[in-house]
Nanobody, 113 residues
Framework: QVQLVESGGGLVQPGGSLRLSCAAS????????MGWYRQVPGKERDQVAN???????SYASSVRGRFTISRDNAKNTIDLQMYSLKPEDTAVYYC???????WGQGTQVTVSS
């Protein structure tokens, strides 16, 4: 059974930082392309960043330079370090595995003063 458990969401002021983590089980983590997506009510789920098994990362243009995705194959985890957060980054953030085949339950990130 595949499980993806996100943590680290919360409320942060504009310009602040937040770090999300995702712990994976039930998959061959070292062979899986992992990613972060986000969704706001009434809109589609959008890709934020992903990282392939070799560690190559790609980012949505809206977050490039502010967010960093990383993975730890020994711990079966991925992180998303977010800097210079903006109100438009407010969303539910989802962890994905196997290039979107599996999903976590999501964690809320709210950027507001």
């Amino acid at each position: 059974q595949v499980q993806l458990v996100e943590s680290g969401g919360g409320l942060v002021q504009p310009g602040g930082s937040l770090r999300l983590s995702c712990a994976a089980s039930g998959i061959i983590f070292s062979r899986s392309t992992m990613g972060w997506y986000r969704q706001v009510p009434g809109k589609e789920r959008d890709q934020v960043a992903n990282i392939n098994p070799a560690g190559w990362a790609s980012y949505a243009s809206s977050v490039r330079g502010r967010f960093t995705i990383s993975r730890d194959n020994a711990k079966n985890t991925i992180d998303l370090q977010m800097y210079s957060l903006k109100p438009e980054d407010t969303a539910v953030y989802y962890c994905s595995a196997d290039a979107g085949r599996y999903w976590g339950q999501g964690t809320q990130v709210t950027v507001s003063s």
